[in-house]
């Protein structure tokens, strides 16, 4: 009879992860400049204490004027200009004010007429207009507070900053913004076998291409990442890193050495620094799942993830497992992209018993191409890639079915 564990399905898998997480949730908050927020997670909400647009003003270069005046061919003289950044007189009636655009419509105006749509004729001050396109009360007229009234919530706690965020963020007026300190996490990498790039690869040896990956991952997330580097093949080195690892980190990630064999340290070493269970998690690739917790001397325990070693296998589940980890971590939403309806432009005939994973790309005729060699190992499918199609379990497709196409950077961070 098998001891092997059940194989867990991928929603029960995460579901287990978040749970060992929403008791860790971070808490600590900084302030830090607007400039520097790209990739933080709000620890407070962002309010407006200002209309924005700040008054009624112009989406145009052109003419402000007053409907009533603005018959087609009227000739009106320009009794004043106003830039952006200054504030222009009243608009006296049967006048126009040449006006530009994010410039303060004056009073009295209720339209723009937009400079294509107007002759300007010579004439003594500043000329005059001819009027050629009758205007719509309110044309080309930005409305204050339009795009955002005082006392608004424009971005709410928990909120991921993106570039256009923290465009929102300053047209409010907030210099600074409360966030939450970024996840620190321990990065181990596990084997004898394992080399850095630039140093002499003797038989048997291989680079150690998940360091990086999983470096810049953990990164692009935005984490503060330790590299603790490759740990020795022997139980004993394996406590002892783990042990260091803990301190001070939310989580510590590693890749391999989880299975049961003689050389495989990091399970063993795990259960005595703290606890660990290891699934089978029915997906493809990434099978092999690990999570536990590991103490720390003094502080609270840090989480502990392993990841499988075939580098597209570590892809994909710190994508589908780690990235919502990290998330929940920091209070954020761990729900998975929703997925795009495409269409797959090749047969997939052979489906697996596993929820699969299959490499694709957006194709000229906006369809989905297939990676020719789905192997865990080949990690140049990753690249080529800009997603996954998510492939429920022993689901065959032909060329012109329509799959759930999940693109890698809303999988990345989000």
């Given at each position: 009879m098998s001891d092997r564990p059940p194989l867990l399905s991928l929603d029960e898998a995460l579901a287990r992860l978040l749970q060992g997480a929403a008791q860790r949730v971070i808490a600590e908050a900084e302030t830090i400049s607007t400039f520097d927020g790209l990739g933080r997670v709000l620890a407070a909400e962002v309010r407006s204490a200002i209309d924005v647009p700040g008054a009624d003003n112009s989406s145009m270069d052109g003419y402000a004027l007053?409907?009533?005046?603005?018959?087609?061919?009227?000739?009106?003289?320009?009794?004043?200009?106003?830039?952006?950044?200054?504030?222009?007189?009243?608009?006296?009636?049967?006048?126009?004010?040449?006006?530009?655009?994010?410039?303060?419509?004056?009073?009295?105006?209720?339209?723009?007429?937009?400079?294509?749509?107007?002759?300007?004729?010579?004439?003594?001050?500043?000329?005059?207009?001819?009027?050629?396109?009758?205007?719509?009360?309110?044309?080309?007229?930005r409305r204050r507070g339009e795009d955002v009234r005082a006392g608004d919530v424009v971005l709410a706690a928990g909120a991921r900053l993106t570039p256009q965020a923290l465009g929102l963020a300053a047209s409010v007026g907030?210099?600074?913004?409360?966030?939450?300190?970024?996840?620190?996490?321990?990065?181990?990498?596990?084997?004898?076998?394992?080399?850095?790039?630039?140093?002499?690869?003797?038989?048997?040896?291989?680079?150690?291409?998940?360091?990086?990956?999983?470096?810049?991952?953990?990164?692009?997330?935005?984490?503060e990442c330790t590299d603790f580097g490759i740990v020795p093949d022997r139980l004993q080195a394996t406590r002892d890193a783990l042990r260091g690892a803990a301190a001070g980190h939310d989580l510590i990630l590693s890749t391999g050495g989880v299975s049961v064999g003689e050389e495989d340290h990091l399970k063993p070493a795990v259960q005595a620094e703290g606890?660990?269970?290891?699934?089978?998690?029915?997906?493809?690739?990434?099978?092999?799942?690990?999570?536990?917790?590991?103490?720390?001397?003094?502080?609270?325990?840090?989480?502990?993830?392993?990841?499988?070693?075939?580098?597209?296998?570590?892809?994909?589940?710190?994508?589908?497992?780690?990235?919502?980890?990290?998330?929940?971590?920091?209070?954020?939403?761990?729900?998975?992209?929703?997925?795009?309806?495409?269409?797959?432009?090749?047969?997939?005939?052979?489906?697996?018993?596993r929820r699969e994973f299959l490499r694709v790309r957006l194709n000229a005729e906006g369809g989905l191409s297939l990676f020719p060699n789905q192997?865990?190992?080949?990690?140049?499918?990753?690249?080529?890639?800009?997603?996954?199609?998510d492939n429920p379990p022993g689901h065959a497709f032909r060329r012109g079915d329509t799959v759930r196409f999940l693109p890698l950077p809303e999988l990345i961070a989000r």
């Open positions: 007053r409907v009533a005046d603005a018959a087609v061919g009227a000739l009106l003289p320009v009794a004043q200009r106003i830039p952006a950044g200054l504030v222009g007189q009243p608009l006296a009636p049967q006048t126009a004010a040449r006006i530009f655009t994010g410039a303060q419509v004056p009073p009295g105006a209720d339209a723009v007429l937009m400079q294509e749509q107007a002759e300007a004729v010579p004439g003594a001050g500043l000329g005059a207009m001819r009027v050629r396109t009758a205007p719509l009360p309110g044309e080309w007229i907030a210099a600074q913004l409360q966030v939450l300190r970024r996840p620190r996490v321990a990065l181990l990498s596990t084997g004898d076998e394992l080399v850095m790039p630039g140093q002499p690869l003797k038989p048997g040896a291989i680079y150690n291409s998940n360091r990086f990956m999983l470096r810049a991952l953990l990164q692009a997330c935005g984490c606890h660990l269970d290891v699934w089978q998690v029915a997906i493809k690739p990434g099978k092999p799942l690990a999570f536990g917790a590991v103490r720390s001397a003094g502080g609270p325990e840090a989480l502990f993830v392993g990841l499988p070693g075939n580098p597209v296998s570590s892809f994909v589940t710190f994508l589908l497992c780690v990235a919502p980890l990290l998330r929940a971590l920091q209070g954020a939403d761990p729900a998975p992209p929703a997925g795009v309806p495409m269409r797959a432009d090749f047969d997939w005939p052979r489906a697996d018993k192997s865990s190992a080949v990690l140049t499918s990753v690249v080529w890639a800009d997603g996954l199609v």
